[in-house]
């Protein structure tokens, strides 16, 4: 664990520099409505998964940031689990959709995270890994200030994301528009 944690110095005013994306492209490719439990892996503040909450029946925000955990209004079935993405407290085939929004180059061990996002996926689940796209040049600006921010960020290829996910019965995709880019897994 890092010795400082940038999350919950900027969760009181996280959300007002970083807005929930347009949820259309999220709903569409997470293949919502569904009637089951979403996870909202990394879900920090809830500012993905609050406008997702009206297309699942519950909704779980997973986040190691205590400050952005406070952050989220636990309402309506949207609760929350403090917890590393690498061991997450749920048992096997949980989930029926994963989203992991803007926080794989944050996690520790990103390899432990897709495992454990696949581990907690139930069979006919789908994950929508959502990040910004190493390979343009906003995205490296962006990567050089979270390092000179000394956060631990690490930007995996969107192909490397998709590679994470090599198990015999994962349907996986990639989609890419502009500096963002989704892997889609579906478990089959």
């Not at 920090?44 to 998964?49: D, F, I, K, L, Q």
């Not at 096997?92 to 994963?98: E, G, K, T």
């Amino acid at each position: 664990m890092p010795l400082f944690n940038h999350f919950d110095l900027f969760a009181p005013i996280y959300e007002k520099f970083i807005t929930p994306p347009e949820p259309d492209r999220l709903v569409e490719l997470a293949d919502l409505p569904v009637k089951g439990t979403l996870l909202d892996a990394g879900g920090g503040t809830g500012r993905v998964s609050k406008v997702l909450r009206d297309k699942v029946s519950a909704v779980v925000v997973v986040d190691l940031s205590s400050g952005m955990l406070r952050q989220v209004v636990v309402m309506n079935g949207l609760w929350t689990v403090c917890s590393k993405t690498e061991a997450l407290p749920f048992s096997d085939n949980f989930f029926h959709r994963i989203i992991l929004v803007d926080a794989m180059h944050h996690v520790h061990d990103q390899l432990l995270t897709a495992r454990e996002l696949w581990r907690v996926l139930i069979p006919g689940g789908r994950i929508v890994v959502e990040e910004p796209d190493i390979g343009t040049i906003p995205v490296k600006i962006v990567a050089i200030m979270e390092r000179f921010a000394l956060m631990r960020s690490k930007f995996l290829s969107p192909e490397s994301i998709f590679d994470l996910f090599f198990y015999p019965n994962a349907n996986r995709s990639i989609e890419k528009e502009g500096s963002t880019a989704w892997v889609i897994i579906q478990k089959t």
